[in-house]
């Protein structure tokens, strides 16, 4: 074995998770290899060209930024803020129901104010639900980092953090119900629930707390110039102290010995088929899908995983239409960032789940308009934008490709339609239009399923229940949305930076 196949840890997959666990251990001196099946790094952190428009893959916006983000000193830490510039969204979201509509502002003082002035007498409940979302973030921030301190804690752990411990295994349809009944302001109050999950009644309350709380904390942002500029910028760190990465590969296996991971085979996704290249590290960090890393272990290995993650149920995947637009689109009238449709016959926080299954003419949908902001996505006097609504590799997978072209289409035009029908002119003003379904999802960051989330955020599949960085073998690390915190671009962040906290101590 020589210098050269030799490291301190090799992580296994570039999405933010990897990205930041690399760079955090990069920056602490070790030698770091990244290996990632992609042609750029980022997972769902990419943008890709079409004509003239650079296309989001994922982002809208991204929480927080404030002095109660943890992400905050992750980014000063890695010297994002320096690299990378964040512009601020003008609004939380602008919801749209059947009759109504409304525009909720990213700070909680003034949304407690509109909210209270459209529902004067369910001024408590809104105040109700403002303290508890805000509650439980601060208590999560004041978590201790170091697994001992927390075990000593435990006898006084009702004490220090009660609104967490009361809530811990509450969804989010249950707290809106005692809050208020009210079906519509439930329905306001809960309408970006797909930013998280697919069921109200089903997501932990306190996972959504956290990244609800930090949008009316300090607001949403944008990467200028697309989410790829994050990734990018992750990717150099690493590089600049010294470590690789490289992309167009893909891991095949991971190593054991001892029942200890001890380094990966890797193969090109461009080169050969079956050239082979092995490589050892004292750590392995695996970003990539959990059920993913347990199909590259031995046997032994595989199966103690395999029980470890046994009945964890996926998140949702998501279907995207990405447009090129041949005019500002604010120039049609449209005047919010983001606007959050509530599909056909959702009257109930309980009609929410089976909306996001329903046909794409009724289905519900979040319309991401860039040309809002300062984005950098299009030349002057240009715009792009997206129609995100969740979805499910079951509806894609059995498809023949012929039958996968036209469902496509077929669901690109039934969107659009409703679209052009709350902003007239936008679907003539269309220079590019691309889709992307669950199976995209797969094909570019093999997450099982096409999921966006990594596990489901359920109450038993979150928090101090959720997989934790550290897996049952020894030296195999997790980093990615499938473990501690969970999903969205924060939870994949923390994700890496707890994942690297752990190897680091493996070092």
């Known amino acids: 074995m020589t210098d050269a196949n030799r490291y301190d840890a090799v992580v296994i997959g570039g999405g933010l998770g990897g990205l930041t ?24 952190a990419t943008t890709f060209r079409r004509k ?25 830490e890695l010297g994002v803020f320096d690299a990378v510039e964040f512009v601020r969204v003008p609004e939380f979201y602008r919801v749209v129901l059947e009759g109504s509509e409304i525009v909720v502002p990213d700070d909680a003082r003034r949304a407690i104010a509109v909210l209270t002035e459209r529902f004067p007498e369910e001024a408590a409940g809104i105040k109700k639900f ?56 439930k329905l306001i109050l809960a309408a970006n629930v797909g930013y998280y999950h697919d069921d109200p009644y089903s997501l932990s309350l306190p996972f959504f707390s956290a990244a609800q709380a930090g949008f009316f904390g300090g607001g949403g942002h944008y990467v200028k110039g697309g989410s790829q500029k994050l990734s990018d910028h992750l990717a150099e760190a690493i590089r600049a102290r010294g470590g690789e990465v490289l992309l167009k590969h893909r891991v095949s296996a991971i190593l054991t010995q001892h029942g ?55 998140s949702c995947s998501a279907l995207c239409v990405y447009l090129g637009f041949d005019r500002p689109i604010k120039e049609l009238g449209n005047r919010c ?30 319309f991401a308009d860039y040309s809002q902001i300062d984005s950098g996505l299009a030349p002057e006097g240009k715009s792009v934008g997206a129609i995100v609504c969740l979805d499910h590799i079951s509806n894609w997978e059995k498809l023949g490709e012929r039958e996968y072209e036209e469902k496509k289409g077929e669901a690109a035009r039934a969107l659009i339609e409703r679209l052009d029908r709350m902003i007239p002119g936008i679907k003539g003003s269309i220079e590019h239009c691309e889709v ?32 934790q960085s550290k897996s049952p073998i020894p030296n195999l690390f997790f980093a990615s949305a499938w473990s501690n915190p969970g999903g969205g671009f924060t939870g994949a962040i923390l994700g890496g930076w707890f994942g690297a906290r752990e190897a680091g101590r493996a070092l």
């Open 21 to 44: 666990a690399g760079a955090r251990l990069a920056k602490e001196g070790r030698r770091v290899l990244l290996v990632e099946q992609h042609s750029v790094p980022g997972g769902y």
């Open 260 to 314: 200890k991971a001890v380094g990966v085979r890797y193969e090109s996704t461009r080169g050969k088929a079956g050239e082979t290249h092995e490589v050892f590290a004292r750590v392995v960090i695996a970003n990539a899908a959990v059920p993913q890393v347990a199909s590259l272990l031995p046997d032994r290995e595989r199966l103690i995983l395999e029980k470890e993650i046994r009945g964890l149920s996926e």
């Open 130 to 185: 403002f303290r508890v979302i805000g509650g439980i973030r601060d208590e999560i921030s004041r978590l201790p980092s170091a697994p001992w301190l927390t075990r000593l804690l435990l006898p006084v752990f009702p004490f220090l953090y009660p609104r967490l411990v009361f809530n811990a295994g509450k969804t989010l349809g249950n707290f809106l119900d005692r809050a208020t009944k009210n079906r519509e302001l």
């Open 436 to 467: 992307g379904t669950p199976r995209t999802m797969r094909r570019y960051t093999s997450n099982s399923a096409g999921a966006i989330y990594g596990y489901a955020q359920t109450p038993r599949q979150s928090g101090h229940k959720r997989l």
């Open 337 to 366: 960032y983001s606007t959050i449709v509530h599909g056909e016959g959702v009257r109930d926080l309980a009609d929410l789940a089976g909306n996001f299954r329903a046909d794409y003419s009724k289905r519900g949908f979040v």
């Open 52 to 76: 003239q428009f650079t296309m989001e893959v994922a982002l809208h916006e991204i929480d927080g930024l404030d002095g109660g983000d943890p992400k905050r000193k992750v980014f000063e």
